[in-house]
């Protein structure tokens, strides 16, 4: 892997981006490139394949013009939209998003009550009332399906809100946590729903199992991997006996 002097992380198999590039077209296998949207920086992860001129964006969170104008420029079809929960930072975006392109989104049932509603969303909470009734195909904890010809694995992790998942590609050596598990900490869990014992939990069965050279791309801040995160995360330290090696 090297860093490169704009932000970008490459390896051999893909290319993660940080900030605007002219298009998708850096890697012959994958880009993903991470967009800090909205007021509260929620991550947008666009994952493109130049082979198949495909898309899958994790967490439709917020300026959707930013990013449909990204892929109209680029020239990438969007397929899926991966949704790892449903606060409204995560999930502003959403009804524009699926109105221009039809994609599947793909969200755990726990989580579609915050779809309807802005008190259960936080957004009403926070003044800015937002919902996204849009239609979704459930997933659920050990479900596998395909998108860009790769597996997609599912893992419930909930405690930060109800229904949330992790997205992992292990071909890939990826995982998107969501608000799960971030660079050096995890996600709040003193909002309706939350626990902080479910959340360390799900972190501990289904996420530092994972191998540690995984990178954790998480709904907020910059990557890690779970190799990092297990020996120097302050929350897990006493867990750095779980999961791989």
């Not at 949704?83 to 994609?103: R, W």
């Not at 199992?209 to 190799?227: K, Q």
Request: with cysteine; glycine share 10%.
């Amino acid at each position: 892997m090297r860093v490169t002097s704009d932000g970008s992380v490459h390896t051999s198999i893909f290319q993660i981006f940080y900030g605007t590039q002219d298009d998708c077209r850096e890697t012959d296998v994958l880009t993903i490139r991470r967009h800090p949207v909205g007021p509260y920086q929620a991550n947008a992860w666009l994952v493109c394949d130049e082979a198949r001129r495909e898309a899958v964006l994790v967490d439709a969170g917020a300026e959707a013009d930013r990013l449909l104008g990204e892929l109209e420029s680029s020239g990438f079809k969007l397929i899926g939209i991966l949704q790892t929960h449903a606060h409204a930072d995560h999930i502003a975006a959403l009804p524009e998003i699926v109105s221009a392109t039809g994609a599947t989104v793909y969200l755990h049932p726990d989580a579609e009550p915050m779809l309807h509603s802005a008190e259960a969303n936080l957004s009403a909470l926070a003044g800015m009332p937002v919902t996204a009734p849009v239609p979704y195909t459930a997933v659920r904890d050990g479900d596998r399906f395909e998108l860009l010809g790769r597996e997609i694995r599912v893992y419930h992790t909930p405690g930060h809100a109800p229904g949330s998942v992790c997205f992992h590609l292990p071909a890939e050596g990826v995982v998107f946590t969501g608000d799960a598990l971030f660079q050096g900490s995890i996600g709040r869990t003193d909002f309706p729903g939350g626990s902080l014992e479910t959340l360390l939990q799900g972190i501990r069965d289904k996420l530092l199992v994972l191998p540690d050279d995984t990178r954790v791309l998480a709904g907020h801040m910059g990557p890690s991997t779970i190799g990092r995160e297990r020996s120097t995360n302050p929350f897990l330290q006493d867990g750095r006996e779980w999961g791989a090696r």
